[in-house]
């Protein structure tokens, strides 16, 4: 149980796209869900979390008009990626929670999306 | 700030010996700890977690976590690694004293078990 889809699971786009990643629970109700950022050979880094229905808390020096989640029901959010970059080329990883932002549940990661900007 | 500090970017072990992936976190009131593995192109999965209680924790594939309250210490252990056991570790605390819980991490740690 407690399985999080993430897809797409890799992606190649030219600059100035946009680009969507979207973000499941597939046996459970996510009523919070998270994004991270991962550059090669580093941790994970939290760029928001979201609440089902909420607008998302972004972290401090995350572009709140560059990453727009939405988390409009309890088992997706998505993450779109606007007007990309090569900077914004990363490993993205969103990660769902059962219970409110304050909950002690268990955080249930997806596989991750490689997004590339050519 | 909340910080989950893994000292070690990389541990080479010999296949059959015991691994230890050290861990240490400054994070206000009593943290949930957490132990995650990461393989190449994937998300984490969960390997075990301190909540309150006995201080070693027993978790997947044979993985086990040491708590020490005194030193802020929750390092990770297995008595005989396996080749297979090769992958990124990511300790993790999730704070209880805030209103808004996430995670933090650690920077990852790098095993190599070496046949």
């Known amino acids: 149980g407690a399985v999080v889809s993430q897809h797409p699971s890799w992606v190649i786009c030219k600059s100035g796209t946009s680009v969507k990643i979207e973000c499941r629970s597939l046996?459970?109700?996510?009523?919070?869900m998270f994004w991270y950022r991962q550059f090669p050979k580093q941790s994970l880094m939290l760029m928001a979390t979201?609440?089902?229905?909420?607008?998302?808390?972004?972290e401090q020096g995350v572009e709140k008009d560059k990453f727009l989640i939405n988390h409009a029901s309890l088992t997706l959010s998505t993450l779109t990626v606007t007007s990309a970059h090569p900077e914004d080329s990363s490993f993205y990883i969103c990660s769902a929670r059962q219970g409110s932002v304050s909950s002690n549940q268990p955080q249930h990661f997806g596989d991750g999306t490689r997004l590339s900007i050519l | 700030a909340q910080s989950v500090a893994q000292p070690e970017d990389q541990v080479n072990v010999a296949e059959g010996n015991p691994l230890t992936v050290k861990c240490t976190y400054s994070v206000s009131g009593n943290p949930y700890l957490f132990w995650y593995v990461q393989y190449p192109n994937r998300g984490l999965q969960f390997l075990l977690k301190y909540i309150t209680g006995d201080n070693l924790v027993k978790g997947s594939y044979g993985f086990e976590a040491e708590f020490n309250k005194s030193q802020t210490s929750f390092h990770l252990k297995k008595p005989s690694a396996l080749v297979s056991d090769s992958a990124l570790y990511f300790c993790a605390a999730l704070p209880m004293d805030t209103g808004r819980r996430a995670l933090t991490f650690g920077s990852g740690t790098r095993l190599q078990v070496q046949p």
């Open positions: 046996d459970f109700q996510a009523t919070t």
């Open positions: 979201s609440n089902e229905g909420s607008k998302a808390t972004y």
